[in-house]
C-alpha cells in the first residue's frame, strides 16, 4: 500500500534517546521504548576486522568466539545458561569497522543480565585448551566460506578493488595468520582495542534510563581511557579496473561492480547513495531490474547494495545471468549508468518511500533500534534515529544527476566477470 506524500514528508520522532559519556570515553544511550516486551542490551566495540595489522588476520572475529568461552568468573556455557535462565537470549557479530555484543532480556533481568554481560565481554579467560579448540571451528568456518562460490565471487572483488586496505580481505581472516595465534597475542589486542574510548554501550525498552547508575558503576567505568589512541588505516581508496575468474559449482555467470564513496560520517552522501541505489537496482520497477530481468530477460537476478562503512562506503552491483548473455549485459549496464535519462518526480518519490521505509521499519524492535543507537553514538554521530531523514528529502532528480549518479561510471569501477568453471 503506498504511503501519503504527508507520511513520507514528515520525520516521525522515533524513540527518545539519551546520550552520556562516563570519564573514561565508554560512550552510553538509552532509548526508551515503554511498549516493548523486552530490553535489548548491545556492547559495541571499535575492534573490528580493519583494526588487525599484520599477523593478526581474524583476530577480531575469533575474539568474539573466544569471548563465549568464559570469563574470569564465568566457566564456558555459564554465561549462555545463565541468560537463557533469566528468560533471555544472546547474539554477537564481527564486521569490518566494529563488533557488538546483545542480549534480549525481560526488563525485569536487565540489570543482572548486564552485570553478565560486562563480565564476559570485558574479562574473557582466554585459555589454553579453549582456545586451540576454538581455532578448529574458526578454521572449519573458513573452510565452509571457501566452498560457497557465491561467496567467493564477492571477497574476489572485494580483494581486487581494496587490494592495499583492510576492507578487502576476508572478516574471518587467514588460515595461516589463525595457526599462528595464541592466547597472549588475543590478550593484547583485547587490550588494545577494548579502551574506554572505543566502546559503547545501548540500552532499548521499557524504562532504559533507570540502568544509568548500574552502567555508570559497572566494569566499563574501569575500562583505561585511551589517551593516546592507535592509528587507524587511512581512508579506502579504491582500484577501478576489469578482472575474470572461473569458478568450479558456480551456477550462473556474474557481472559484479564496486565503487566506493565517503565515508559513513558523510550522511547526507550516505542518503544519496541509499536512494540512488534504490532506484537503480531494488525492486521491478528500478532501472536496471526494469531493463535487464523485465524487458530484456537476459538477466536471472539484480541486485544493487550500499554498505554504509567508516573508512569509505561501498556500493556494490551484482547480475547474474547465462555464460552466453554477459556481454549483453554488461553492455547494457554501461548504457543505463551512462546514457540513461535523469530520474523522473515519480521514480524519486518511489525512492524516498523504499529508503525511509527501510528507516522507520528499523524502529520495530529494540534490537534495530539499539544496533541503530549504537553504532552512530560509537562513531561519533549521536543524533535521532530518523535524523537522517531530512537528508533523503535534500537529494532532487536534478542534484542526483549531477552530484551522484555520475560516480557511478562504469570505468571508475573495479569490475569482475565471473563464469562456471567449463562454461563459455
Known amino acids: 500500500m503506498e504511503l501519503c506524500h504527508a507520511v513520507l514528508t514528515t520525520s516521525l520522532p522515533g524513540p527518545v534517546l539519551d546520550h552520556w559519556t562516563l570519564p573514561n570515553g565508554v560512550r552510553c544511550v538509552a532509548a526508551e521504548m515503554p511498549e516493548a516486551p523486552l530490553t535489548c542490551l548491545d556492547l559495541w566495540c571499535r575492534a573490528g576486522s580493519f583494526t588487525e595489522v599484520a599477523g593478526e588476520e581474524g583476530m577480531a572475529h575469533f575474539l568474539e568466539h573466544m569471548v563465549f568461552k568464559g570469563s574470569d568468573r564465568l566457566e564456558a556455557g555459564a554465561f549462555d545458561r545463565a541468560i537463557e535462565a533469566l ?235 547465462e555464460p552466453e548473455d554477459l556481454e549483453q549485459v554488461e553492455a547494457t549496464v554501461h548504457e543505463q549508468l551512462e546514457q540513461a535519462a535523469p530520474f523522473s518526480a515519480a521514480e524519486l518519490m518511489r525512492g524516498r518511500q523504499l529508503v525511509g521505509n527501510g528507516l522507520r521499519y528499523a524502529l520495530e524492535s529494540v534490537g534495530q533500534v539499539a544496533a541503530q543507537a549504537a553504532s552512530q553514538t560509537l562513531w561519533d554521530r549521536p543524533q535521532e534515529l530518523l535524523q537522517p531523514l531530512q537528508h533523503l528529502q535534500t537529494w532532487s532528480e536534478d542534484r542526483l544527476s549531477t552530484e551522484l549518479v555520475p560516480l557511478l561510471r562504469p570505468d571508475w569501477a573495479c569490475r569482475l566477470i565471473a563464469t562456471p568453471a567449463g562454461r563459455r
Not at 534480549?104 to 543482572?112: A, C, N, V, Y
Not at 574479562?123 to 579453549?130: D, G, R, V
Not at 595465534?181 to 572505543?198: I, K, S
Request: overall charge negative; charged content about 25%.
Open 87 to 321: 528468560g533471555g537470549s544472546s547474539n554477537a557479530a564481527t564486521g569490518f569497522d566494529d563488533v557488538h555484543f546483545h542480549v534480549l532480556i525481560p526488563p525485569t533481568q536487565s540489570q543482572q543480565a548486564l552485570e553478565l554481560l560486562l563480565d564476559l565481554v570485558l574479562h574473557p579467560a582466554l585459555e589454553h585448551e579453549p582456545f586451540r579448540l576454538e581455532r578448529e571451528v574458526v578454521l572449519e568456518e573458513i573452510a565452509q566460506y571457501a566452498d560457497q562460490p557465491d561467496e567467493l565471487v564477492l571477497q574476489q572483488l572485494l580483494k581486487q578493488g581494496c587490494p592495499d586496505h583492510p576492507y578487502g580481505r576476508p572478516i574471518l581472516g587467514e588460515r595461516s595468520s589463525l595457526l599462528a595465534m595464541d592466547p597472549e597475542a588475543m590478550r593484547r589486542f583485547h587490550r588494545r582495542r577494548y579502551r574506554g574510548q572505543n566502546c559503547c554501550i545501548a540500552i532499548s525498552g521499557p524504562k532504559a534510563r533507570e540502568l544509568k547508575a548500574t552502567i555508570e558503576s559497572s566494569a566499563l567505568a574501569d575500562l583505561p581511557s585511551d589517551a593516546h589512541p592507535t592509528a587507524e588505516p587511512t581512508g579506502l581508496k579504491l582500484l577501478p579496473g576489469r578482472h575474470s575468474i572461473e569458478l568450479p559449482r558456480l551456477e550462473s555467470a556474474r557481472l559484479l561492480m564496486l565503487w566506493s564513496g565517503p565515508p559513513a560520517h558523510d550522511q547526507a552522501w550516505v542518503m544519496g547513495a541509499d536512494l540512488a541505489t534504490s532506484l537503480l537496482g531494488e525492486g521491478r520497477r528500478s532501472r536496471l531490474v526494469a531493463r535487464l530481468r523485465e524487458e530484456l530477460r537476459i538477466a536471472e537476478s539484480v541486485d544493487m547494495d550500499l554498505s554504509v562503512l567508516e573508512q569509505g562506503c561501498l556500493m556494490t552491483l551484482e547480475i547474474s545471468c
